[in-house]
């Protein structure tokens, strides 16, 4: 006989809204246009963009801070335009990176324990788009690798380590890049454009690799995504504004693997993947649901889960790392939805009656270790993520200091004029020249942070002396 419903362990997934105590309350989350999702998550850090006036903000709260957020609480507040993307570095849990309005893209080092005063001074300043940075995604693999995409229509690769501009694609795209993602191993990039086109493109050999051009016919904005087996999936609109989610093979992109109509509605389908179980989330902008799909081998390829469904619409959304779940009650996915005034956290769960560990809903997933180094990858490595097991829980480890070493354009000169005039005497006077540099620098930016904290300190203690003075009254 032939199976009527398809079985899958995930077909009884369901979602809850965490009780009110639980949310983080009183958040002015930011009305700006852009379709990103304005919200970005790790094990350790809820950071949401928020209205900021003359200038671009956005919070960065510890997870167990929930309740009502004071106005007072610090922010990041060193852009001078607003913030529309923000992505938490995979491979340090207190490193993010955020694209503003004001064409720049900024690296924060967030302290252990989160903020105390706000942060003004960020780590690294990446300079090198034109217009509007709207884009922002770290390399998955490789350390201190950053992507940006710009109004400029140019996407651009960073050392973050150095500071440097590394890989420009600037003739790629014709229109509005509406996002880039990478695939496993970091590789390849996948980009869908307002020229209707989604295109892989290998960004070493600064090459497109495969295209397809009115992936969607619809004239709204789509996504495309990298899925675990090198597949792309994309959502868009048809010709009658009707949403759709599409499969296609990089290796043959005439026609797609599958194509789901869902509804009418006009809000961004924010697709959210778990390469892990190969399910997909699917978040509208404006919507109040989420729809779940789950990948297979087999057509129809893509099968409908579930949608979960709540009152308030989204105004964006964040998505939990796998490491940052709770294995003990069979979580496998944890959304923080953003309403107008506050952040939600939504819990999706598998039902299952056992207590002990469920080895087939939590195989080994990606770790916080970076397989490469920066300059390994721009040298032409590759490497498939560090995996680790949930078997006892995630361990946070700790954190290494993000250090930027900028290259001395001056020592460079000076070392070419050398090389010129004595090959012979060339590298004992390059690690002269820029040793110093490099320890220099570290030690002035260390007695810099050490000022600034005990300023802080200082003005809190002063604070307590007063209430105790007043009590003692």
């Known amino acids: 006989m032939k199976r009527v419903v398809r079985q899958s362990k995930f077909r009884h997934v369901f979602g809850q809204v965490v009780k009110n105590d639980q949310c983080y309350d009183d958040i002015r989350v930011s009305r700006v246009t852009w379709d990103s999702a304005f919200c970005a998550v790790n094990p350790k850090f809820v950071a949401i963009i928020i209205e900021a006036s003359g200038g671009g903000a956005f919070l960065v709260l510890p997870l167990h801070k929930t309740g009502r957020i004071d106005k007072s609480y610090p922010t990041v507040c060193g852009h001078t335009g607003p913030v529309l993307d923000i992505d938490w570095c995979p ?22 324990n989160g903020l105390i005063t706000s942060m003004s001074e960020p780590v690294v300043v990446l300079e090198g788009h034109s217009k509007r940075v709207g884009i922002i995604t770290w390399h998955p693999t490789a350390r201190n690798v950053l992507l940006s995409a710009g109004c400029d229509n140019q996407i651009i690769i960073w050392n973050v380590g150095t500071g440097e501009a590394m890989i420009s694609l600037e003739d790629m795209h014709p229109d509005v890049i509406y996002n880039v993602s ?114 297979t081998d087999e057509a129809p390829y893509v099968h409908f889960l579930n949608t979960f469904s709540s009152k308030e619409p989204q105004r964006g959304m964040g998505y939990m790392p796998k490491r940052g779940l709770d294995v003990n009650k069979c979580e496998i996915a944890r959304f923080y939805k953003l309403h107008e005034r506050k952040c939600e956290p939504i819990v999706m769960t598998v039902p299952r009656k056992s207590d002990l560990f469920q080895e087939d809903l939590y195989p080994n997933t990606a770790g916080p270790d970076p397989a490469l180094e920066a300059e390994e990858w721009f040298e032409g490595k590759n490497g498939d993520p560090i995996l680790i097991s949930l078997k006892d829980g995630y361990v946070p480890v700790k954190n290494r200091e993000l250090k930027v070493c900028k290259r001395n354009l001056w020592d460079q000169k000076v ?50 002396e007063e209430q105790i003075s007043k009590i003692a009254i």
């Open 415 to 464: 070392a070419k004029n050398t090389e010129n005039s004595s090959p012979a005497n060339k590298p004992a006077c390059e690690a002269q020249s820029t040793k110093p540099e490099i320890d220099m620098q570290a030690v002035l930016k260390e007695v810099e942070s050490l000022k600034d904290l005990v300023s802080s300190q200082e003005k809190r203690i002063l604070k307590l």
């Open 91 to 112: 491979h340090n849990d207190q490193v993010i990176a955020s694209g503003s309005e004001d064409c720049t893209v900024m690296v924060w080092q967030i302290p252990e």
């Open 182 to 295: 990478w695939n496993r191993n970091g590789s390849l990039i996948c980009t869908s454009c307002k020229d209707k086109a989604v295109r892989v493109i290998d960004p070493r050999k600064e090459t497109i690799v495969a295209e397809k051009e009115k992936a969607h016919e619809g004239a709204r904005p789509m996504r495309a995504i990298f899925l675990a087996d090198g597949n792309v999936l994309t959502t868009g609109f048809s010709r009658m504004s009707e949403r759709q989610l599409a499969l296609w093979n990089v290796q043959n992109m005439e026609e797609p693997m599958t194509v789901n109509e869902m509804d009418t509605s006009n809000g961004v389908l924010l697709p959210f993947y778990d390469p892990d179980t190969n399910v997909v989330y699917l978040c509208g902008k404006g919507d109040s649901s989420i729809r779940y799909f789950e990948i």
